[in-house]
């Protein structure tokens, strides 16, 4: 059995996915893509004339990934129109809502009305696939910032999570000379297995000033004053981190370190294969 669905607001992956989720038994309601021609050109997606005739349409709701950036309105950046989320939890009441990286205020308020939330990015599995964007997103800015080759350049990692360890072995497969980061002894132990170069956060401070390019995946404060004043002015530092990231941003300009917050981007750099990915899972929760 196909379910209707509703698509309101996101980006071009969510412009993607409400093509790849029609089909002749599912009808697509999208609302918020005024500005996408892959949209309003599309006969099999109907266009709603208000954000009321979207939710009323279906029971399932689709969102955005992030679901909003200011926490005040809902992130519809190819749209001409606003969303508040004051006033989007009390009109979809008894609804499901398919959203990415969404607070537990929102969450707490949804559930008051019956809406049962389900967060994309708290899926293992999208979130793994992301890190393959992420790396590839990554790769091209250090290409694109830095007047040297990947090959033979020494290239720091800061945390191995999901994201650095997928970049660790991107960044590996091009010749660069990685070092990772990290606190627990079993990832140490896999650093040093897959042959990349490890470092301790106790040895970080003796070993910056060697970095061509720096890339951070720690959501705090891991290099602040003291450090950036370590590391030399021709380095590249691309932080990955959600805000407010993990730099000292303005001391970092002061030091004329280039320095680049690359957030969102599976969005940006692969939407197409991004939306595959959520198409996917959204599916098996539909």
């Not at 006033?87 to 205020?105: A, E, M, P, R, Y």
């Amino acid at each position: 059995m196909y379910q209707d669905v509703s698509i309101i607001g996101g980006d071009l992956r969510n412009a993607f996915l409400s093509q790849m989720l029609w089909n002749k038994n599912r009808k697509i309601f999208v609302y918020g893509f005024e500005n996408e021609k892959s949209i309003t050109q599309n006969n099999n997606i109907i266009k709603c004339n208000s954000l009321e005739e979207a939710i009323n349409s279906t029971e399932i709701i689709i969102s955005s990934i992030p679901f909003t950036k200011d926490k005040v309105k809902i992130n519809m950046p190819l749209s001409v129109y606003e969303i508040e989320i004051e006033d989007f939890i009390k009109k979809i009441k008894n609804k499901t809502l398919i959203v990415g990286n969404i607070d537990s205020d929102f969450i707490n308020k949804a559930e008051k009305n019956n809406v049962k939330v389900i967060d994309l990015m708290k899926m293992e599995e999208l979130v793994i696939y992301n890190t393959i964007a992420t790396a590839e997103g990554t790769i091209r800015i250090a290409i694109e910032e830095t007047n040297k080759t990947i090959y033979d350049s020494n290239i720091l990692i800061l945390g191995f999570g999901r994201v650095g360890k997928t970049l660790a072995e991107r960044f590996y497969g091009l010749k660069a000379n990685v070092y990772c980061e990290a606190r627990k002894d079993e990832d140490i132990a896999w650093i040093n297995t897959y042959g990349y170069k490890s470092l301790w956060l106790s040895e970080l401070d003796d070993s910056l000033e060697k970095f061509d390019i720096i890339i951070n995946t720690i959501p705090e404060k891991i290099l602040d004053e003291n450090r950036l004043k370590l590391i030399k002015k021709e380095c590249l530092i691309i932080d990955l981190a959600s805000n407010p990231g993990g730099v000292d941003f303005e001391k970092a300009q002061e030091l004329e370190i280039k320095t680049i917050h690359a957030l969102g981007l599976p969005g940006k750099i692969a939407p197409y294969t991004s939306a595959k990915f959520i198409n996917e899972i959204i599916e098996k929760i539909i």
